[in-house]
C-alpha cells in the first residue's frame, strides 16, 4: 500500500519551479541494492518501557506499546473516532500479525510505514477483510499521529500503518478528497520517530523508499 496524496501536488510544484520546460535524462541511473537485513533481528526485550508503561498510565485510550530495531514507541488508540479501525489493529496485535514486520518504507519529512511485509520485503496479508475508511472522523493527520494506509480506492486499508512524521493536512479528509485515517497518537518515542525519519534509504520509486538497512518491528503488544 502506498500513500501517493501529495505526488501531484509536488509534480505540480517542480514543474512550476523549473518553467514547465521538459527533462531529459541522459543515462538511467543503476538500479539501487537490495536493502541489508537487520544485523540485530532477536529483539533485546519482550517487555515495554518503565518509561512507556508510565506513559500509558496516563492514557484513558486503549495503549500499544511497538518495539522496533530502532527504539520503542507507545500509542494510544482513539477508539472512539475511528473504531473500526482501532479494533481491526488491535484484533492482529492479539495475533501478534505485526511481529517481525518491517518498516518498509521511509518518506523523510513526511511519513514511515509498515505493517506488510516481512525481512526480504516478503508481502504478509492481513487474515482480515479491508475495512471501511474511517478518515472523516475529526481528527488530523499531524505530526506523530497514526493513521491507516490504504490503496487508492477508499476502503482498501488492511493492515498497513503509517507515522506522520510532521504535520500533513493534506492527507486529511476534505468534502472533495477522501483522505487517511488517523486513528491512534504517540505518546512516548517520539524520537525513535525522528530518528527512523532520517534513516539513508534506497530510492526504488518515488513512493518506494526503502531504508538501507531494514527497520524491524519486533513486536507490537496491547499494555492497557
Known sequence: MTLRPLLALATLALLTACGGGVVIELDDPPPAPQPRPNPQPVPPTLNCSTAGLAAAAQSRWPVVCMLTSSGEMVFELYDSY???????????VAR???????????????VFQGGGFNSGMR??????????L???NGLSNLRGTLSMARRSSADSATSQWFVNVRDNSALDYTPVQRGYAVFG????????I??????PVYRYSDTDLRPQTEVLTYWVRRIQ
Open 82 to 92: 475511528a473504531p473500526v479501525t482501532v479494533n481491526n489493529f488491535l484484533a492482529l
Open 96 to 110: 501478534d500479525f505485526y511481529t517481525q514486520t518491517l518498516v518498509h518504507r521511509v518518506d523523510r519529512d513526511f
Open 123 to 132: 508481502e504478509k496479508l492481513s487474515p482480515f477483510q479491508p475495512i471501511a
Open 134 to 136: 474511517e478518515d472523516n
Open 185 to 192: 497518537q504517540v505518546i512516548s518515542g517520539l524520537p525513535v
Open 194 to 199: 525522528d530518528a527512523i525519519n532520517v534513516l
